[in-house]
């Protein structure tokens, strides 16, 4: 299973295309929220997204949990559980869903730990100066810069 994974895009449709299109091999695309794009502009991708900070007036969950060819997954933007000033809520949270992979964003940092067999992986920011995203081959992360 390869995965495609971005967030905080921040209105940058035309850099979400092109991330797109040069990952056309991909099973799945997941998205840590802060999109604040109007979902008609990116349901033809057939994203699985998340409702971020910035998402305003668009009906999406805050939180997901997946289970994607077995692997069991937490998506989430973050800033419910106050990514910027500390994990310990996320890690509770994912311990408690049991998931395997946690995908967050919000802090506009790339993030790779694992933790108690747990993996947790922020992409980054599309939609920032870093214009970073990830991808996720059968358990390896990639860090990516458009």
Request: no cysteine; aromatic share 8%; hydrophobic share 40%.
């Given at each position: ?7 905080d ?10 991330v797109?299109?040069?990952h056309?091999d ?6 840590a ?40 997954i ?8 106050h990514?910027k ?8 949270r994912?311990k ?7 995908i967050f964003?919000?802090?506009h ?14 992409p ?10 990830a ?5 390896q ?6």
């Amino acid at each position: 299973m390869k995965m495609l994974i971005t967030s905080d895009v921040h209105g940058d449709l035309q850099g979400l295309k092109d991330v797109i299109h040069q990952h056309k091999d991909i099973t799945v695309h997941l998205n840590a929220g802060d999109m604040t794009l109007d979902p008609k502009h990116y349901e033809p991708f057939h994203i699985i997204t998340v409702k971020g900070n910035n998402d305003f007036g668009v009906d999406l969950p805050y939180i997901r949990i997946l289970d994607i060819e077995g692997l069991k997954i937490m998506l989430t933007h973050g800033h419910l559980e106050h990514v910027k000033f500390s994990l310990d809520k996320l890690k509770l949270r994912a311990k408690l869903e049991g998931v395997e992979l946690v995908i967050f964003g919000h802090t506009h940092e790339r993030y790779l730990m694992v933790e108690q067999n747990i993996m947790f992986v922020n992409p980054g920011a599309l939609g920032d100066y870093h214009k970073s995203y990830a991808t996720y081959d059968d358990g390896q992360v990639t860090f990516h810069t458009r």
